[in-house]
């Protein structure tokens, strides 16, 4: 099996987990060093600190849109990956699985739950655990969250510069389509800059919602490459 195969493999997995923020915990959880925690419902998070000098955070989250109790039931053919039985959940599935591939590269990983009612694991790990936004707002150079739909956008909202802004540009040629909305990141990017990447999903929180793997692997070659480099630049909020 190579690469490709190997990687979209992977995506059918996590693709195919049932709609609950628990079944991507587990798996995270296990990896060496896994901080796990949770509260309320939406309020969780799994971190895996990064080992590395000059380490970037990712961060996707569990949970999805729709009933945790629905059937998925994959339809793909040579382009695209849906499901059968309405939301497929690659919002946020798809940079869940993302950071799965990338689980050895030495950066940091963050999972959150409640991302989509309102970043509330984020505000959890904020509020409960503030050595850990400390922490992540010190050891690493910036933050890279994955969810975002389409294939070629990236969004910095108000946790970028525009030094990091044109340095995002040059590493991806993304582009940024607007600075509206939040995510992650917003909450959880105190001191260091912050961008969310496209995935290469569509339509998502609907029944036609559908990923096109080769954009997904796309963002996943880039960030390979990308994070691979011996000198990644630190970029400060202020």
């Known amino acids: 099996m190579d690469q490709c195969q190997l990687d979209h493999q992977v995506l059918r997995d996590y693709l195919a987990l049932p709609h609950r923020a628990a079944a991507v915990f587990e798996r995270f959880a296990a990896l060496p060093g896994a901080v796990r925690e949770t509260g309320a419902p939406g309020e969780g998070f799994v971190y895996i600190p990064g080992s590395r000098e000059n380490a970037v955070l990712l961060v996707a989250h569990a949970d999805t849109v729709g009933r945790e109790t629905l059937e998925v039931d994959l339809a793909e053919d040579e382009k695209t990956i849906s499901n059968r039985n309405g939301i497929l959940g690659a919002d946020d599935r798809a940079g869940c699985a993302m950071l799965w591939l990338l689980r050895n590269t030495g950066h940091g990983l963050l999972v959150t739950d409640g991302e989509e009612c309102g970043s509330v694991g ?7 655990f503030p050595h850990l936004f400390d922490e992540i707002n010190s050891r690493y150079q910036f933050m890279i969250q994955i969810d975002r739909c389409s294939h070629a956008d990236f969004k910095c909202y ?30 959880l990017c105190r001191d260091i800059c912050g961008v969310n990447l496209s995935c290469g999903y569509y339509r998502e929180h609907t029944d036609e919602e559908y990923l096109v793997k080769e954009e997904w692997r796309n963002t996943l070659e880039i960030l390979r490459s990308w994070l691979s480099e011996k000198d990644i630049p630190g970029f400060p909020r202020a």
């Open 122 to 128: 984020s505000e959890f790990l904020i509020r409960e």
């Open 158 to 187: 108000k946790v970028g510069t525009e030094d990091f802004r044109s340095y995002v540009r040059a590493k991806t040629h993304f582009t940024e389509p607007d600075r509206n909305r939040s995510t992650d990141i917003v909450h």
